[in-house]
């Protein structure tokens, strides 16, 4: 399994588009892995989790296109998570194909409300499909076994999270997801994971474990797969998601997550657990 973190921020960007904070003016001088598109995740060359508004430039980036994508797992249906204009684009003129595949769209309702008020009608020409889900009831994407689970964030949108499994490894995804209810950890206690991406939004910020995570929730999220014995002896656990009001830049990050087992993300940063 590869995992491909396309963008790492929260809504705003990282340094924000308007601001100019002291964060965001170290993060502009600085540059490098302080430079944060929002957050995407490309899992090997066929799923992608949420399609921001920034994925154009991600995608040019890396140096891909999206043609090799067959399924896109969107957890919410917030802009900065789901950008559904940008399916328009697969269509002539915009994009030519010898033969178009059709591309699977998942997510709850209120996303699939999003969807239909973009397109106001079954996109044929597009060849978009898509998949109303469900927390807690898993589905097929491919070749790859998903089980979305509920997500302490704005919950008038049924936000998910998700657990992908794939030759025989596991993924948990969980952007903008606050402190699991019972029921999904309940749910994260029949698995253990390979890999672990997390958000990472509000820093050093005080964080009542709902609605976002700050960098102490996400160091008890971590312990607490392991008191449930979710992670394997070799997980990666990553962090996402950050928000220039967390305070931190990317090396502050490195530092306040050493000797924790956590990983700070960035933009371009793969992680690989051979199958």
């Given amino acids: ?3 491909r973190i396309l963008g790492s921020a929260a809504a705003e960007g990282f340094p924000a588009l308007f601001c100019e904070c002291k964060t965001c003016r170290r993060a502009r001088s600085i540059g490098g892995r302080n430079l944060r598109s929002r957050t995407s995740v490309q899992i090997d060359e066929t799923i992608l989790i949420d399609l921001p ?3 154009l430039s991600q995608v040019q980036r890396e140096g891909f296109s999206l ?6 797992l969107i957890t919410h249906s917030h802009r900065d998570h789901f950008a559904p204009g940008e399916l328009h684009l697969r269509r002539e003129p915009f994009a030519h194909w010898e033969q178009q595949p059709t591309l699977h769209l998942y997510g709850t309702e209120p996303t699939g409300e999003i969807f239909r008020e973009t397109f106001r009608e079954p ?3 597009q060849g978009v499909h898509f998949n109303t889900i469900h927390p807690f009831v898993s589905f097929t994407a491919g070749d790859t076994f998903v089980t979305p689970i509920s997500a302490n964030h704005a919950p008038h949108l049924n936000p998910v999270n998700y657990i992908l ?5 596991t993924l948990l995804a969980a952007f903008d997801t606050g402190w699991y209810s019972e029921q999904a950890w309940s749910a994260l206690n029949k698995w253990q994971f390979d890999i672990v991406v997390a958000e990472c939004t509000t820093g050093l910020q005080s964080d009542p474990m709902n609605k976002h995570m700050s960098v102490q929730s996400v160091k008890e999220m971590r312990n607490e797969l392991v008191r ?7 997980a990666r656990f990553v962090t996402v998601h950050f ?3 967390g305070g931190f830049l990317h090396k502050d990050l490195e530092r306040e997550f050493a000797g924790t087992g956590i990983e700070a993300g960035y933009d371009g940063m793969v992680v690989e657990v051979p199958d």
């Avoid at 043609?67 to 896109?72: L, T, V």
């Fill in 123 to 125: 996109p044929i020409e």
């Fill in 1 to 3: 399994m590869r995992i």
């Fill in 228 to 234: 449930r014995d979710c992670l394997k002896d070799t």
């Fill in 243 to 245: 928000s220039h009001d």
């Fill in 53 to 55: 508004p920034d994925i």
């Fill in 165 to 169: 499994s794939r030759r025989g490894r």
């Fill in 67 to 72: 043609a090799s994508i067959a399924h896109i």
